[in-house]
């Protein structure tokens, strides 16, 4: 059934990379949970008026919660194709990550107020019968958001969507709470104690801790959070396979939203090689990141000499007086200018995140004293930053 629906809706269903494809993807998903959850709630809904269940009110409006955010993933995912334009120059991407965000935000509302029912079905307990109707809706709901979950999962992992992962996610819970609810029915139909209200309170925390979750990591991709270790990987190790290049470091991310991503990297370049031959290379390097992982990546050129013998020594001494000051730090980017018989070497210094400015610069120092008992006389222009974007 599933492919019937791509087939017709998804004109280019193979080219997962096309921001209007991925927009054809998401408006299908999203339409189905909508007509699936509204269903679902017109369902649920005068069942639990009936049995007089708070936690299959709960969850009826926990569908209906479900439709909204289908409608926030269908919107979204329509802004979010949107191409480039003076405004947004990197384009709309990022409107993916803001309607995740405000899905988490609807399931957190949803949470608080299962909460607020859930205490007072508490205080003011109500008897829910299990019936052979009851349980087999109930079964069918259950039934239905596994196939939700499956669904949006299996699109997610194809078009890489984040807002159709939280999507599946959240069919998953909603599975598992319809379960808890019918648990709850048959065990409250043979007890005095509340299971419904226990069974509501439960739900309502799960779905509050599946809000919070969502709301943290699409905040974090907000604000320019780490991009997955994976897709840095394959850049590095592209620039890395290149014959010319004999070291790389200094690696960013930037992180536009889905198919919108940006990289800078600094490669390093025998400074013998003629300079159009090492453009002509960098842009072949480019290139082939492009075309492979959808990254339009600028590469930096960092020329290193090897030839020199006096500089090779000056290299290990330095890789040295690293690595007995602390093993976790690395070095870069060494430069060796003498003016007026004054020998100045600098280099970029690596280090771990977690040190406080004060243990840097006592690193730093430490560093400068080892080299000064075999170079002494030189000046030591140390430039020390967090090790963010190395990879060591």
Not at 101 to 118: D, P, Q, T
Not at 196 to 205: E, G, M, N
Not at 228 to 251: C, M, Q, Y
């Amino acid at each position: 059934m599933l492919n019937r629906l791509v087939r017709r809706f998804v004109k280019n269903p193979d080219d997962v990379s096309s921001a209007q494809t991925r927009s054809e993807y998401g408006v299908l998903a999203g339409a189905m949970g909508m007509a699936l959850n509204i269903a679902l709630f017109a369902v649920k809904l005068p069942i639990g008026a009936i049995t007089g269940s708070a936690a299959i009110i709960s969850d009826a409006f926990n569908n209906l919660t479900d439709m909204a955010s289908s409608l926030v993933t269908v919107a979204g995912m329509r802004i979010a194709a949107r191409k480039p334009d003076k405004d947004h120059p990197f384009g709309y991407g990022r409107m993916e990550y803001v309607a995740t965000f405000i899905i988490a935000m609807l399931i957190m509302l949803v949470g608080f107020e299962m909460l607020e029912e859930s205490v007072r079905a508490f205080m003011n307990p109500t008897r829910a019968e299990l019936s052979v109707v009851f349980g087999a809706i109930m079964l069918v709901s259950c039934g239905v958001k596994i196939w939700m979950f499956t669904y949006n999962r299996g699109l997610g992992k194809l078009i890489n969507s984040d807002v159709l992962r939280a999507a599946s996610m959240d069919s998953a819970f909603d599975a598992i709470t319809t379960f808890i609810v019918i648990v709850a029915a048959a065990l409250e139909s043979h007890t005095d104690f509340p299971t419904d209200a226990i069974a509501s309170l439960a739900v309502s925390l799960l779905i509050m801790k599946n809000g919070i979750g969502l709301c943290v990591k699409t905040v974090n991709q907000l604000l320019g959070g780490e991009v997955n270790t994976e897709l840095r990987e394959k850049i590095f190790d592209t620039v890395i396979e290149s014959p010319i290049v004999l070291g790389a470091h200094d690696l960013i991310v930037h992180d536009y939203g889905p198919g919108r991503v940006m990289a800078s990297i600094h490669a390093e370049i025998d400074a013998k090689n003629e300079l159009l031959f090492v453009h002509e290379r960098i842009n072949e390097i480019e290139t082939r990141i492009l075309d492979e992982l959808n990254v339009s990546c600028v590469i930096h050129m960092d020329p290193v000499v090897t030839d020199s013998e006096a500089e090779d020594a000056l290299f290990r001494a330095i890789s040295r007086a690293v690595y007995n000051t602390d093993r976790r730090m690395r070095f870069h980017d060494m430069q060796v200018y003498n003016r007026d018989d004054v020998q100045r070497v600098e280099f970029d210094l690596l280090v771990p995140t977690e040190l406080t400015p004060e243990q840097v610069e006592q690193n730093v120092e430490e560093i400068k004293q080892r080299l000064d008992k075999g170079y002494p006389g030189y000046i030591w222009d140390i430039r020390a930053r967090a090790n963010v974007y190395a990879r060591l």
